[in-house]
């Protein structure tokens, strides 16, 4: 079992030196980190060799499935083995119908039957869901064909050859159907021994590496990764802000980390990407990071509490991971409500 995370004052406390999170206006991104904390800053040219380093199109078969196609039957059987207390924890956030700052087009739900439509017995009831899901109010997954980067998706498609009113042609959510894996959990919040990282504050390739120290797992090929940085709690405790102005990410600079670790799927409690975006005139460089140049959908705005104090319980940062999209041919991405299974 591991050490308790940075034998860390209780996590519901400020870590030394620090400001109480819990007293900081909710309508700003927080006291002073949100500027400061997402640096250094890269510039265009620098975040471009950056590109061209990860970049790994040519490499698989389907290309559209991108570094989904690491993950063999092998990655499969060691996950599944192991699951020990066979806790499941859902890690998607509950359907957001309200708008805030957060979630300026709110997911629709209304009935279509109340019982009263069709014949008498048995009686249905029967509703309709929608989302323009890419935002911050919605869990979902991003396929391949949701980022272009100059004008190219991953593999280096052009993205105005093979995207059109009608949907992708290249890098559909259909295309790469479930994924069954390992998955660690980097809780930055437990390892620092704080309640949540501040809006801004960016995770570098030294927090990935003290993590897998604290939290006793190392990250590997085939492997999804899973940053939690306490946007839920801190949005329960103090309110809604907008994200798109600040919130806790990945820095560019952990990206050849991970991939030279061979991920396959980043995920997180915000979108992946520390906002306002260290890389001038690129508002996601992780994403295009990720997505274009490795082949590495994302999952944004996942719920990890639950399986954060699940993993501290059990006292082990990984678990087997399931992601089901939905089958939405042409689709760029789709809702969805991930598993971890302990």
């Not at 295009?288 to 082990?316: Q, W």
Request: proline residues 10%; hydrophobic residues 40%; contains cysteine.
């Amino acid at each position: 079992m591991p050490p308790k995370p940075a034998d860390a004052p209780d996590p519901g406390s400020p870590a030394p030196g620090s400001a109480d999170p819990g007293s900081a206006d909710p309508r700003s991104p927080g006291p002073g980190s949100a500027v400061t904390g997402n640096g250094p800053a890269v510039s265009r040219r620098e975040f471009d060799a950056l590109f061209e380093s990860v970049r790994a199109w040519g490499r698989w078969s389907p290309a559209d499935r991108g570094a989904w196609n690491r993950v063999t039957a092998d990655h499969v059987r060691r996950a599944a083995a192991a699951v020990r207390s066979g806790a499941v924890v859902p890690l998607a956030l509950p359907w957001n119908t309200r708008p805030g700052p957060d979630n300026p087009r709110p997911a629709l739900h209304h009935m279509t039957d109340l019982g009263d439509v069709e014949s008498p017995e048995p009686s249905a009831h029967k509703d309709f869901i929608a989302a323009d899901y890419h935002g911050k109010g919605v869990t979902h997954l991003d396929a391949l064909c949701h980022i272009a980067y100059r004008g190219q998706l991953y593999d280096g498609r052009k993205a105005g050859d093979v995207v059109d009113a009608a949907g992708a042609r290249f890098g559909a959510v259909s295309a790469l159907g479930p994924l069954v894996t390992r998955g660690v959990l980097l809780d930055l919040p437990a390892v620092l021994g704080i309640r949540w990282l501040e809006p801004g504050r960016a995770v570098h390739a030294e927090d990935i590496t003290a993590a897998e120290r604290a939290l006793g797992v190392t990250i590997g090929e085939g492997d999804a990764v899973l940053l939690r940085s306490g946007h839920v709690r801190r949005r329960t405790e103090l309110g809604a802000w907008d994200p798109d102005t600040a919130s806790a990410g990945f820095h560019v600079d952990a990206v050849p980390l991970l991939a030279e670790r061979g991920v396959v799927l980043l995920g997180g409690d915000g979108d992946n990407d520390v906002r306002p975006s260290p890389v001038a005139g690129v508002h996601a460089p992780v994403h295009a990071l990720a997505v274009a140049a490795m082949g590495v959908p994302l999952l944004d705005n996942l719920d990890l509490e639950a399986l954060s104090a699940a993993t501290a319980e059990a006292g082990r940062y990984e678990f087997l991971l399931v992601v089901a999209p939905l089958n939405v041919p042409g689709g760029t991405g789709s809702p969805v409500n991930p598993v971890a299974v302990l």
